[in-house]
Protein backbone atom coordinates (compact mmCIF):
# COMPACT_ATOMS: atom_id res chain seq x y z
CA UNK A 1 0.00 0.00 0.00
CA UNK A 2 1.36 3.37 -0.90
CA UNK A 3 1.84 6.01 1.93
CA UNK A 4 -0.77 7.88 2.57
CA UNK A 5 -0.08 12.17 1.70
CA UNK A 6 -2.44 14.45 3.33
CA UNK A 7 -1.39 17.82 2.81
CA UNK A 8 -1.81 20.92 5.45
CA UNK A 9 -4.19 24.00 5.15
CA UNK A 10 -1.18 25.99 4.17
CA UNK A 11 0.70 27.00 1.31
CA UNK A 12 3.14 24.12 2.47
CA UNK A 13 3.78 21.18 4.62
CA UNK A 14 2.20 17.68 4.50
CA UNK A 15 1.64 14.69 6.51
CA UNK A 16 2.59 11.21 5.57
CA UNK A 17 1.59 8.22 7.29
CA UNK A 18 0.90 4.58 6.41
CA UNK A 19 4.80 3.78 5.71
CA UNK A 20 8.08 2.64 8.34
CA UNK A 21 11.06 5.14 7.62
CA UNK A 22 13.48 2.26 8.37
CA UNK A 23 12.14 -0.15 5.66
CA UNK A 24 11.79 2.23 2.48
CA UNK A 25 11.41 0.95 -1.17
CA UNK A 26 12.39 2.63 -4.07
CA UNK A 27 8.99 3.38 -4.72
CA UNK A 28 7.83 4.73 -1.40
CA UNK A 29 11.30 6.58 -1.53
CA UNK A 30 10.65 7.89 -5.02
CA UNK A 31 6.89 9.22 -3.34
CA UNK A 32 8.86 11.22 -0.48
CA UNK A 33 11.58 13.04 -2.79
CA UNK A 34 9.02 14.53 -4.83
CA UNK A 35 6.75 15.15 -1.76
CA UNK A 36 9.63 17.12 -0.22
CA UNK A 37 10.03 18.98 -3.25
CA UNK A 38 6.34 19.95 -3.68
CA UNK A 39 5.10 20.92 0.01
CA UNK A 40 9.05 21.16 1.27
CA UNK A 41 7.97 20.40 4.90
CA UNK A 42 6.89 16.54 5.55
CA UNK A 43 5.65 15.69 8.82
CA UNK A 44 5.63 11.77 9.94
CA UNK A 45 3.90 11.08 13.18
CA UNK A 46 5.01 8.49 15.45
CA UNK A 47 7.81 7.22 13.51
CA UNK A 48 9.80 6.85 16.60
CA UNK A 49 13.40 6.19 15.22
CA UNK A 50 16.65 6.07 16.97
CA UNK A 51 19.09 8.96 16.33
CA UNK A 52 21.24 6.30 13.66
CA UNK A 53 17.95 5.41 12.36
CA UNK A 54 17.39 9.21 11.82
CA UNK A 55 20.95 9.79 10.50
CA UNK A 56 20.10 6.87 7.93
CA UNK A 57 17.08 8.14 6.43
CA UNK A 58 18.62 12.41 6.28
CA UNK A 59 21.31 10.29 4.45
CA UNK A 60 19.00 9.11 1.06
CA UNK A 61 18.24 13.13 0.87
CA UNK A 62 22.54 14.09 0.60
CA UNK A 63 25.90 14.41 3.00
CA UNK A 64 25.13 15.19 6.46
CA UNK A 65 26.73 18.26 8.11
CA UNK A 66 28.42 17.36 11.58
CA UNK A 67 27.30 20.16 14.38
CA UNK A 68 29.43 18.38 17.57
CA UNK A 69 32.46 19.73 17.79
CA UNK A 70 34.35 16.53 17.28
CA UNK A 71 32.32 15.98 13.88
CA UNK A 72 31.43 12.41 14.89
CA UNK A 73 27.70 12.52 15.86
CA UNK A 74 25.68 11.88 12.80
CA UNK A 75 22.33 12.77 14.55
CA UNK A 76 22.84 15.97 17.79
CA UNK A 77 20.41 16.07 20.71
CA UNK A 78 19.05 19.75 21.27
CA UNK A 79 18.18 19.63 25.15
CA UNK A 80 17.50 22.04 27.98
CA UNK A 81 18.75 19.21 29.99
CA UNK A 82 22.20 17.56 31.55
CA UNK A 83 22.96 13.97 31.70
CA UNK A 84 22.16 14.00 35.10
CA UNK A 85 18.65 15.15 34.77
CA UNK A 86 19.04 18.90 35.64
CA UNK A 87 18.39 21.77 33.41
CA UNK A 88 20.25 24.22 32.27
CA UNK A 89 20.25 28.05 33.01
CA UNK A 90 19.12 30.65 30.81
CA UNK A 91 22.26 32.20 31.22
CA UNK A 92 24.59 29.09 30.03
CA UNK A 93 25.70 29.99 26.25
CA UNK A 94 24.11 26.17 24.71
CA UNK A 95 20.54 27.62 26.23
CA UNK A 96 20.87 30.74 24.85
CA UNK A 97 21.78 30.23 21.27
CA UNK A 98 18.63 27.29 21.49
CA UNK A 99 16.56 30.27 22.42
CA UNK A 100 17.45 32.17 19.54
CA UNK A 101 16.02 29.86 17.32
CA UNK A 102 12.75 31.14 18.49
CA UNK A 103 13.85 33.80 15.62
CA UNK A 104 13.10 32.95 12.04
CA UNK A 105 15.86 31.66 10.56
CA UNK A 106 17.33 28.77 8.04
CA UNK A 107 19.63 26.69 9.28
CA UNK A 108 23.33 27.28 8.24
CA UNK A 109 23.12 30.29 6.55
CA UNK A 110 25.32 31.62 8.39
CA UNK A 111 28.18 29.40 7.48
CA UNK A 112 29.73 28.91 4.52
CA UNK A 113 28.13 25.96 3.15
CA UNK A 114 24.53 26.18 3.93
CA UNK A 115 22.18 23.45 4.20
CA UNK A 116 19.63 21.39 2.03
CA UNK A 117 17.58 20.35 4.47
CA UNK A 118 17.27 19.39 8.08
CA UNK A 119 15.44 16.62 9.95
CA UNK A 120 14.03 17.18 13.65
CA UNK A 121 12.27 14.34 15.55
CA UNK A 122 10.93 14.74 19.51
CA UNK A 123 12.20 12.68 22.22
CA UNK A 124 11.06 14.55 25.28
CA UNK A 125 8.00 16.88 24.84
CA UNK A 126 6.61 19.25 27.25
CA UNK A 127 2.98 19.65 28.70
CA UNK A 128 2.77 23.10 26.39
CA UNK A 129 4.29 24.94 23.87
CA UNK A 130 7.52 23.79 22.41
CA UNK A 131 6.12 23.01 19.09
CA UNK A 132 8.20 24.29 15.81
CA UNK A 133 6.81 26.45 13.14
CA UNK A 134 7.51 26.76 9.58
CA UNK A 135 6.81 29.38 6.78
CA UNK A 136 7.03 29.30 2.78
CA UNK A 137 9.06 32.09 1.53
CA UNK A 138 7.92 30.51 -2.15
CA UNK A 139 4.57 32.13 -1.56
CA UNK A 140 5.80 34.67 0.24
CA UNK A 141 8.20 36.11 -2.67
CA UNK A 142 5.29 35.75 -4.84
CA UNK A 143 3.27 37.50 -2.76
CA UNK A 144 5.21 40.62 -3.70
CA UNK A 145 4.25 43.28 -5.69
CA UNK A 146 6.61 44.11 -8.13
CA UNK A 147 7.87 47.75 -7.23
CA UNK A 148 9.13 45.21 -4.22
CA UNK A 149 10.71 42.36 -6.43
CA UNK A 150 12.36 44.96 -8.39
CA UNK A 151 14.29 46.16 -5.66
CA UNK A 152 15.24 42.79 -4.09
CA UNK A 153 16.39 41.67 -7.71
CA UNK A 154 20.09 42.73 -7.14
CA UNK A 155 20.69 42.77 -3.64
CA UNK A 156 22.19 40.61 -0.88
CA UNK A 157 22.69 39.91 3.18
CA UNK A 158 25.75 38.87 5.02
CA UNK A 159 24.36 36.26 7.61
CA UNK A 160 26.01 36.15 10.86
CA UNK A 161 24.71 34.02 14.14
CA UNK A 162 26.84 36.40 15.72
CA UNK A 163 25.01 38.85 14.50
CA UNK A 164 21.93 37.43 15.22
CA UNK A 165 22.65 36.42 18.90
CA UNK A 166 24.35 39.78 19.22
CA UNK A 167 20.73 41.89 19.00
CA UNK A 168 19.92 39.45 22.02
CA UNK A 169 22.15 40.84 23.92
CA UNK A 170 24.35 37.29 23.63
CA UNK A 171 28.11 38.16 22.95
CA UNK A 172 29.87 34.73 22.09
CA UNK A 173 33.06 34.17 21.86
CA UNK A 174 34.96 32.14 19.54
CA UNK A 175 34.53 28.19 21.25
CA UNK A 176 30.67 29.11 21.47
CA UNK A 177 29.08 25.80 20.79
CA UNK A 178 26.50 25.27 18.00
CA UNK A 179 27.98 26.34 14.42
CA UNK A 180 29.51 30.14 15.83
CA UNK A 181 31.53 30.79 12.85
CA UNK A 182 35.03 32.56 13.45
CA UNK A 183 36.33 32.85 9.53
CA UNK A 184 33.57 35.93 8.54
CA UNK A 185 30.03 36.37 7.43
CA UNK A 186 28.91 34.96 3.96
CA UNK A 187 27.13 36.86 1.31
CA UNK A 188 23.85 35.39 -0.05
CA UNK A 189 21.00 36.94 -2.51
CA UNK A 190 17.82 38.40 -0.63
CA UNK A 191 16.09 36.14 -3.56
CA UNK A 192 17.18 32.60 -4.00
CA UNK A 193 16.57 30.11 -6.76
CA UNK A 194 15.72 26.76 -6.14
CA UNK A 195 18.77 24.75 -7.49
CA UNK A 196 15.58 21.56 -8.62
CA UNK A 197 12.70 23.23 -8.72
CA UNK A 198 13.74 26.45 -10.13
CA UNK A 199 10.83 28.75 -7.83
CA UNK A 200 11.85 31.80 -6.43
CA UNK A 201 11.77 32.38 -2.39
CA UNK A 202 13.52 34.94 -0.02
CA UNK A 203 16.12 33.88 1.42
CA UNK A 204 16.16 35.80 4.54
CA UNK A 205 15.77 35.42 8.58
CA UNK A 206 17.37 36.34 11.64
CA UNK A 207 20.50 35.83 10.48
CA UNK A 208 20.97 38.17 7.57
CA UNK A 209 22.16 41.85 8.09
CA UNK A 210 24.31 44.65 5.75
CA UNK A 211 22.70 44.53 2.98
CA UNK A 212 25.77 46.09 0.44
CA UNK A 213 24.53 49.72 -0.92
CA UNK A 214 22.58 50.83 1.69
CA UNK A 215 22.75 52.39 4.97
CA UNK A 216 22.68 50.35 8.10
CA UNK A 217 19.02 51.45 8.99
CA UNK A 218 17.41 50.81 5.81
CA UNK A 219 19.13 47.65 5.88
CA UNK A 220 17.46 46.56 8.67
CA UNK A 221 14.46 48.24 7.97
CA UNK A 222 14.27 46.54 4.44
CA UNK A 223 15.11 43.26 6.00
CA UNK A 224 12.62 43.78 8.91
CA UNK A 225 9.87 44.64 6.49
CA UNK A 226 9.96 41.44 4.24
CA UNK A 227 10.51 39.14 7.40
CA UNK A 228 6.98 40.32 8.76
CA UNK A 229 5.07 40.42 5.73
CA UNK A 230 6.80 36.81 4.90
CA UNK A 231 5.46 35.10 7.73
CA UNK A 232 2.01 35.58 7.69
CA UNK A 233 -1.07 33.15 7.13
CA UNK A 234 -1.34 31.31 4.51
CA UNK A 235 1.82 30.86 4.76
CA UNK A 236 2.59 29.59 8.07
CA UNK A 237 2.71 26.13 9.46
CA UNK A 238 3.15 25.15 13.19
CA UNK A 239 3.36 21.29 14.33
CA UNK A 240 3.36 20.28 17.92
CA UNK A 241 5.22 17.43 18.75
CA UNK A 242 4.12 14.27 19.88
CA UNK A 243 7.38 11.28 21.24
CA UNK A 244 8.05 9.99 17.94
CA UNK A 245 7.35 12.49 15.17
CA UNK A 246 9.89 13.26 12.97
CA UNK A 247 10.07 15.87 10.31
CA UNK A 248 12.43 17.02 7.48
CA UNK A 249 12.25 20.43 5.64
CA UNK A 250 14.38 22.60 2.91
CA UNK A 251 15.83 25.18 4.16
CA UNK A 252 16.51 26.27 0.47
CA UNK A 253 12.96 27.83 0.48
CA UNK A 254 11.12 28.11 3.99
CA UNK A 255 12.06 29.16 7.20
CA UNK A 256 11.32 27.84 10.75
CA UNK A 257 11.49 28.90 14.60
CA UNK A 258 11.10 27.09 17.62
CA UNK A 259 8.49 28.19 19.79
CA UNK A 260 8.61 28.90 23.44
CA UNK A 261 7.46 26.38 26.19
CA UNK A 262 8.09 26.16 30.06
CA UNK A 263 11.46 26.90 31.40
CA UNK A 264 11.14 24.35 34.11
CA UNK A 265 10.21 21.14 32.30
CA UNK A 266 12.90 19.25 30.04
CA UNK A 267 12.48 19.25 26.02
CA UNK A 268 14.85 17.09 24.14
CA UNK A 269 14.90 16.84 20.01
CA UNK A 270 17.34 14.97 18.39
CA UNK A 271 18.85 17.21 14.87
CA UNK A 272 19.91 15.71 11.41
CA UNK A 273 21.56 18.41 8.90
CA UNK A 274 21.91 17.58 5.64
CA UNK A 275 24.67 19.51 3.37
CA UNK A 276 23.80 21.52 0.28
CA UNK A 277 25.30 20.79 -2.74
CA UNK A 278 28.73 23.48 -2.81
CA UNK A 279 27.57 24.62 -6.71
CA UNK A 280 24.74 26.41 -5.19
CA UNK A 281 24.96 26.35 -1.56
CA UNK A 282 28.49 27.55 -1.21
CA UNK A 283 28.85 31.39 -0.47
CA UNK A 284 32.57 32.74 -0.15
CA UNK A 285 32.76 34.22 3.81
CA UNK A 286 34.25 37.86 3.99
CA UNK A 287 36.68 37.66 7.02
CA UNK A 288 35.86 41.61 7.97
CA UNK A 289 32.11 40.88 7.96
CA UNK A 290 30.95 38.66 11.45
Given amino acids: MPPTIRPCDATLGAVITDLDLRALDDATWKTIEDAFLEYAVLIFPAQKLSPDEQADFAERFGALLHLDPHGKMRSVPLSNQRADGSLLGDDETYLRVLHGNEGWHTDSSYMALAAKASVL ?8 GGGTEWADMRAAYD ?3 D ?3 ERIADLSAYHSL ?4 SKLG ?3 DEGSLYGFHGDGAPLRPL ?3 HPVTGRKALFIGRHAYGIPGLRVAESEELLARLLDDACQPPRLLLHEW ?3 DLVIWDNRCVLHRARPY ?3 EPRTVVHTRIAGDPATEYAEPNPEMR
Fill in 262 to 264: PRD
Fill in 191 to 193: VKV
Fill in 143 to 145: ALD
Fill in 170 to 172: HQA
Fill in 242 to 244: DVG
Fill in 121 to 128: SAHVVTSE
Fill in 147 to 149: ASR
Fill in 162 to 165: YHSQ
